[in-house]
């Protein structure tokens, strides 16, 4: 058995004693709640939920302002060399579509609370620059195909 974090509890914890963890969970401000056949969760204030949710809209907003100018765009483009070191293996139209893609998931995220879009964005970019890193996967990669391979399955 592993050792909880001070800021998390078991599912087990909050069925037994739902108040004192309730309190927990305000005074620390969120809790995680482990569970062992189920993904973890975090319990926390609306109001707290609400001001981070504003705060990633405001933060997209400013972004995609940005990104509407060219010293902006710039800023941006040095912003995501910095975050993302791995990012020097695309070239600067790579980088800059890696940053336009970023934006829109991070607005997605904040308009309409679709999360995942973000992460997978970063997801494809670093594969792309993990290939371009290694000249032989690239090559390989740029190599040209013949033949069929056969049916693709959709994954749904």
């Known amino acids: 058995m592993t050792a ?3 800021d998390a509890v078991t599912f087990s914890d909050l069925s037994r004693n739902p108040r004192a963890v309730a309190e927990r969970a305000r005074r620390l401000g969120r809790l995680r709640v482990t569970h062992r056949d189920a993904a973890d969760f975090y319990l926390t204030a609306a109001d707290r939920e609400e001001e981070r949710d504003e705060n990633l809209v405001t933060a997209s907003r400013m972004f995609a302002a940005l990104s509407r100018s060219e010293s902006g765009t710039r800023a941006v483009a ?36 679709v999360d995942g879009n973000a992460r997978e964005v970063i997801a494809g970019w670093r594969a792309t620059a993990r290939i371009k890193a290694d000249e032989r996967q690239y090559a390989q990669a740029l190599a040209q195909t013949e033949g069929d391979f056969g049916p693709v399955e959709a994954l749904a």
């Open 4 to 6: 909880q974090p001070a």
């Open 78 to 113: 040095s912003a995501v060399a910095d975050v993302f070191p791995w990012s020097r293996h695309l070239s600067g139209a790579e980088r800059s579509g890696f940053a336009a893609e970023l934006i829109a998931g991070l607005s997605d995220a904040a308009e309409l609370v």
